[in-house]
Nanobody
Framework: QLQASGGGLVQTGGSLRLSCAASGRTYSSYVRGWFRQAPGKEREFVARILWSGGTESYADSVKGRLTISRDNADDTVYLQMNSLKPEDAAVYYC?????????????????WGQGTLVTVSS
């Protein structure tokens, strides 16, 4: 089971740190990712990390502002979000999957957390 947390209300330019904790099983052999979904829009890729080796990739819209990281000790993935913009507002989902594809999609991921809401005020 994946549990996302850390969402909240922040002003434009502010920061948040999201966490995705694993329980019940280990996901350390998987690709761990973050997606987001705004009202009326499709779920979109934000960032991912390959657990073994730590390779990262990001959506162009978040590069330089959001950083994904992992904690091997407790099987947790983080998303540090800086310089937040109103267009970053969404429900953020963490996920785990076995595929590192060229064009990351929700279908690459087998396990999903419940989502945490990020609201950015202008």
């Amino acid at each position: 089971q994946l549990q996302a947390s850390g969402g909240g209300l922040v002003q434009t330019g502010g920061s948040l740190r999201l966490s995705c904790a694993a329980s019940g099983r280990t996901y350390s052999s998987y690709v761990r990712g973050w997606f987001r979904q705004a009202p009326g829009k499709e779920r979109e890729f934000v960032a991912r990390i390959l657990w073994s080796g730590g390779t990262e990739s990001y959506a162009d819209s978040v590069k330089g502002r959001l950083t994904i990281s992992r904690d091997n000790a407790d099987d947790t993935v983080y998303l540090q979000m800086n310089s937040l913009k109103p267009e970053d507002a969404a429900v953020y989902y963490c996920a785990a999957g076995g595929m590192w594809s060229h064009d990351p999609r929700p279908t690459d991921y087998d396990y999903w957390g419940q989502g945490t809401l990020v609201t950015v005020s202008s």
